[in-house]
């Protein structure tokens, strides 16, 4: 989806350039921690944890980070217990918007969530108001600095992923949600781990926009994704090749 490929290739841009990694340390062992807690805390068991380690992994986490979230995913060491909520709403323009949340005080992340949208020209809906814009499916992406596209291709049909696309630095697997973990499995014992893997929203239909509402729309992402109980953010604005040339500069 061209939609799908030009958003995903701006936030790639912008991550590379405005990434703080403490705060990606952060999201990530929250992740470790809760999925941890929410199956055995054995990775070769739980397939979450897996996906979650792999992530770490790739980003360069130092092992105290990891072991720490291990820990205290164990031992609940402070006692704090995670809950996964999901946002949907409408940012500028129409924009659909979901936002995946690991928070300890649903009432504070939900005021913090909808200052956000009222601040960028949008609004939160009741759950369900948006999802039926997208579909759930698996995504794997791999850095083009350590793989072709040949190979990766040649892995993901073996696999029996659907489909492999290029989006500037990332080369990206996707499946569905049946076959998700083993597509996930097969191409890190046989290609090594990816810079993520987990389940997406991918849109099924997008909104195209000029330049202002892009804009809008991606600071309101890049304030959500800034917030330490978001971990991921997915919206279905279109723009031109144009205009996405301009908001990547």
């Known amino acids: 989806m061209a939609g799908h490929s030009q958003f995903k290739n701006i936030m790639h841009r912008k991550g590379a350039q405005d990434a703080k990694r403490a705060r990606i340390f952060a999201k990530i062992a929250r992740e470790i921690t809760v999925a941890a ?8 068991s739980n397939p979450r944890l897996r996906a979650a380690l792999a992530s770490a992994r790739s980003a360069n986490m130092p092992k105290d980070n990891v072991d720490r979230a291990l820990k205290r995913a164990v031992g609940g060491e402070d006692g704090t217990v995670y809950e996964e909520v999901r946002y ?9 918007v979901i936002v995946e949340i690991l928070t300890d005080n649903r009432n504070r992340t939900a005021s913090e969530v909808r200052s956000c949208f009222n601040k960028y020209g949008g609004h939160l809906g009741e759950s369900g108001s948006v999802s039926f814009c997208f579909e759930r499916i698996g995504s794997l992406e791999f850095g083009t600095d350590k793989f072709n596209f040949d ?8 696999a029996g992923a659907d489909n492999v696309e290029t989006m500037g630095e990332i080369l990206e697997v996707t499946c569905s949600l049946e076959v998700f973990a083993h597509v996930r499995d097969y191409l890190i014992e046989h290609l090594g781990d990816p810079l993520q ?33 978001v971990q991921n953010v997915y919206a279905n604005f279109e723009v031109s090749d144009e205009v996405a040339q301009k908001l990547s500069m």
């Open 88 to 96: 949907e709403g409408y940012g500028h323009g129409g924009v659909a």
């Open 197 to 229: 893997a987990k389940v997406i929203w991918r849109p099924l239909n997008t909104v195209n926009c000029d330049e202002d509402t892009a804009k809008t729309v991606i600071k309101l992402i890049d304030v959500l994704e800034d917030n330490d109980d």
């Open 151 to 158: 190979r990766v291709f040649e892995a993901a049909v073996e």
């Open 37 to 44: 807690r929410s199956g055995l805390p054995d990775p070769g």
